[in-house]
Every structure is written in C-alpha cells, then in structure tokens.
C-alpha cells in the first residue's frame, strides 16, 4: 500500500442494495415458512417466534440499519475515517480479517472509540470502479498485513 497510486483516498458512499435486500426477505420467508413444517413445539410458540421473525423482517428491511457506519474514506494503511449514521465521525483501523469476494465485502474494523465495527458493502451498493478499487485495496492490504507476520 505504499505505492503513490494508493496515496489518494478512497471514498466509500453507498447506497440502497437491492441484492441484500432480496437476500434478507429470501431468508425472512423461509424462516417463516420453516414454522409450518411438522415440529412438536407448541402453537403458542410458533406464535411467539413468528412475531419475532416479522419484527426483524421489519427492522432489516424497513429501518435497513444493518450497520451504524454511513461513509467511509479510506486514508492510508488501513487507516480509515468513518462517519456514522448518527453523523458522528471517527477514526478507525482496518483488522486483517475482512472478507473480500467478488459480490460481497465484510470490513472489519477496530475504532478509536473502543469498539469494534463490521460494514458490510454489497457490490450494487458501490459504484463499479470504487468497488474494484476497494477490492484491490483490500487483497493488496491483505497481503501486506500477512507478509508483515513473516
């Protein structure tokens, strides 16, 4: 990460997912459906679980506040800063940890207000060209991170 091509710093806004959203009333339905299949809990129960499954239903999809994390600008070094839903801004370090794939990007994250944070960023969510970016960022990061162990 040390090259001058990543001295510039990238900037993650994104926005609405529709694959997430999909994927999460795709597991919400089966999680429904799930209930009518012969079990030997009690309808009382079934009942009890049912509404909890609405309720997170409502909350995923509706509220879609899967993460407190609204942008993010990636510094240097896995250095980020990030910007919460609640317009608080904070610095954070990227954990080694972090998933990337091709459709789906976890980032790991330990802030400075000592907690840590995951954000999850889906591939439609980002702009084509900052989401390659951040991939290669990441994979590069990674490799780093795993050859400064060595």
Request: glycine share 2%; aromatic share 14%.
């Amino acid at each position: 990460m040390s090259l001058n091509r990543y001295a510039k710093p990238l900037v993650l806004d994104p926005v609405f997912s529709r694959i997430l959203s999909f994927v999460l009333l795709v597991i919400h339905f089966l999680s429904i459906a799930a209930l009518f299949f012969p079990m030997h809990l009690h309808i009382a129960i079934r009942v009890v679980i049912f509404i909890i499954i609405c309720i997170s239903a409502w909350k995923f999809l509706y509220q879609y506040k899967i993460t407190d994390i609204k942008t993010g600008w990636w510094k240097s070094h896995g250095e980020f800063e990030i910007e919460l839903i609640s317009g608080s801004k904070i610095n954070a370090k990227l954990l080694p940890g972090s998933i990337v794939t091709e459709w789906l990007v976890i980032l790991h994250f330990n802030c400075n207000d000592n907690k840590k944070r995951y954000w999850l960023l889906m591939n439609d969510a980002l702009d084509v060209d900052i989401y390659r970016r951040l991939c290669v960022r990441l994979r590069q990061f990674s490799f780093d991170a795993e050859t400064a162990l060595f």
